[in-house]
C-alpha cells in the first residue's frame, strides 16, 4: 500500500516535471510574437531583408521575408507597424513558422495582425501541422482584402485544433504579385486556449452571449475580425459559424465599443454578405422554439452609408429555419441595444439559427472604417406551443 502511494507520487512527480519541461504555452503573444527581437545581422541583407532560416528568435523563415522597421519607406510609401517598432513582411511564396506547445486535443484561437501593402487582393494561407506523429495539418485561406480599421491594420483570428503537444503553425503567403516584395506585413501573433461552451438548461444554443472567442490585445481599440470558414474549419467563435465568400465579422470587446451583455459580442461590419450562423441538433419537429437576442450600437459612431442603406439606423435580420424577424435600432451612433423576439414552430433538425446586418455602415468619422450593429447574448428555448396560434392552426 505505503509503496504503492508513493510510486504513484513518484509518477506524478515524473509526469509533473515533464510537463514543465514542454509547458503549453499561456494565452498571449507568441514568443517574440510582435518581432521586437532583433534578427542576426549576419542573416541579413540590406538591412531588411532575411536571409537566414534562423536569423529572427523563435521564428523560422523562407523566401522573401523583410524586417520591417516602422517609418521604413518603400518608394514614396511609409511603412508603419502595429505593435512596437517592428514586423515582417511576406514576399511571394514567403512563409514563416514558429513551433508552440500546447495542450493536445484542445482548441485554439491565433490572433495577429496583418495589412495589405501594393497588392488589392492578398491572401495568406494558415496551416497547423504536428511536428511529428503522422497526422494530417489543418490549413486554411485568410483574405486579407479590405480593410475594416482606419489605420490601415487589422486583426484577424484563425483557430485550429492540437492534434498533438507540439505543434507548427506556418504562415504563407501564397498570393503572385508582379512585384515580389509586395506582401501582407504581420506582426502581434497571440494565441488563446478555447473552452468551447455546451448548451445549458437556458439556453440550446453554444457560446449564445460571445464570451468565448479569439484573444484581444489588452491595448488593441479596433477589435478581431473573423474570417469567412468552411464547415469543417474550427471556428474561432466557439459554436458559431461564419458564412461568406470573402467579408468577416468583427469580435468586439467592452473595453472598446459597447457591449448589450457580458464582455464580448459580435459587429456586423460586412453588411448583407455576411452571415454569423449557427446549427442547433436538437430542434424537435412541430415543436416551438423563442430565439431572443440583443441587437446593438457599439458606440463607434457608426452611420448609414449614403449609397446603400435607407437613412437612419441599422437593420439585423434574424432567422431560425424558415422564419424571421428584423430589428432596426436607431441611436445615432452613441451606444444602445433592444432586445428582439423570435418564436416559432421547428421544421425538423438541426435549425439554422442566422443574424445578417441589412446594410452597410461606415464610420461618421469619414475615415471609411466599415462597421455595423452589434448581436449579442442570444438565447433559444423551448416553449408551449402559443395560444394564439394554437387557434389559428
Ligand atoms: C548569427 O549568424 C551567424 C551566421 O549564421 C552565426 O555564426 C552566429 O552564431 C549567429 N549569432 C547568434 C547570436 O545567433
Ligand atoms: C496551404 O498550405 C498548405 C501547406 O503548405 C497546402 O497543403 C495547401 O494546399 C495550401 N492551400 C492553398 C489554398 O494554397
Not at 19 to 30: E, F, K, M, Q, T
Not at 44 to 72: D, L, N
Not at 93 to 118: E, H, K, N, P, W
Amino acid at each position: 500500500m505505503a509503496i504503492d502511494a508513493r510510486r504513484t507520487a513518484l509518477v506524478a512527480l515524473l509526469v509533473c516535471s515533464a510537463a514543465v519541461a514542454v509547458s503549453a504555452i499561456s494565452d498571449g503573444p507568441l514568443p517574440n510574437g510582435n518581432f521586437e527581437d532583433p534578427p542576426n545581422q549576419s542573416q541579413m541583407r540590406g538591412g531588411s531583408v532575411v536571409t537566414g532560416e534562423h536569423a529572427i528568435p523563435f521564428w523560422k523563415t523562407s523566401g522573401f521575408v523583410e524586417y520591417i522597421c516602422s517609418g521604413q519607406t518603400q518608394g514614396d510609401m511609409i511603412l508603419t507597424v502595429p505593435e512596437g517598432a517592428h514586423a515582417v513582411r511576406l514576399g511571394n511564396d514567403a512563409c514563416i513558422q514558429q513551433q508552440v506547445s500546447l495542450t493536445r486535443g484542445m482548441y485554439y484561437a491565433l490572433t495577429f495582425s496583418a495589412s495589405r501593402t501594393c497588392a488589392q487582393d492578398e491572401v495568406l494561407n494558415m496551416t497547423t501541422v504536428p511536428v511529428s506523429g503522422g497526422y494530417p495539418g489543418q490549413s486554411g485561406d485568410l483574405p486579407i482584402q479590405t480593410v475594416y480599421a482606419s489605420s490601415g491594420w487589422d486583426s484577424y483570428s484563425w483557430a485550429f485544433k492540437a492534434e498533438a503537444g507540439l505543434m507548427t503553425i506556418i504562415i504563407h503567403n501564397s498570393g503572385q504579385q508582379e512585384d515580389p516584395a509586395c506582401g501582407p506585413i504581420i506582426d502581434a501573433f497571440a494565441i488563446r486556449k478555447l473552452y468551447p461552451p455546451e448548451p445549458t438548461q437556458n439556453n440550446m444554443l453554444r457560446n449564445g452571449d460571445f464570451e468565448e472567442g479569439p484573444y484581444i490585445p489588452a491595448g488593441s481599440p479596433w477589435g478581431v475580425l473573423v474570417p469567412p470558414m468552411d464547415e469543417d474549419h474550427v471556428s474561432p467563435l466557439p459554436g458559431w459559424m461564419i458564412m461568406s465568400y470573402k467579408k468577416v465579422v468583427k469580435y468586439v470587446d467592452s473595453g472598446h465599443f459597447a457591449v448589450p451583455h457580458g464582455a464580448r459580442a459580435v459587429e456586423l461590419v460586412s453588411g448583407v454578405e455576411t452571415a454569423l450562423m449557427q446549427e442547433v441538433y436538437t430542434t424537435v419537429e412541430g415543436s416551438w422554439y423563442r430565439l431572443e437576442f440583443s441587437v446593438g450600437d457599439a458606440a463607434n459612431g457608426c452611420a448609414p452609408s449614403s449609397d446603400y442603406s435607407s437613412p437612419g439606423g441599422m437593420k439585423v435580420k434574424a432567422s431560425a429555419g424558415m422564419d424571421d424577424t428584423t430589428v432596426d435600432i436607431n441611436f445615432g451612433g452613441s451606444g444602445g441595444c433592444t432586445r428582439g423576439k423570435l418564436e416559432f414552430k421547428a421544421k425538423g433538425s438541426p435549425t439554422r439559427v442566422v443574424f445578417v446586418s441589412m446594410g452597410y455602415h461606415t464610420k461618421s468619422d469619414s475615415s471609411g472604417t466599415l462597421c455595423g450593429p452589434v448581436v449579442d447574448d442570444v438565447s433559444l428555448v423551448p416553449i408551449p406551443q402559443p395560444y394564439s396560434r394554437r387557434l389559428l392552426l
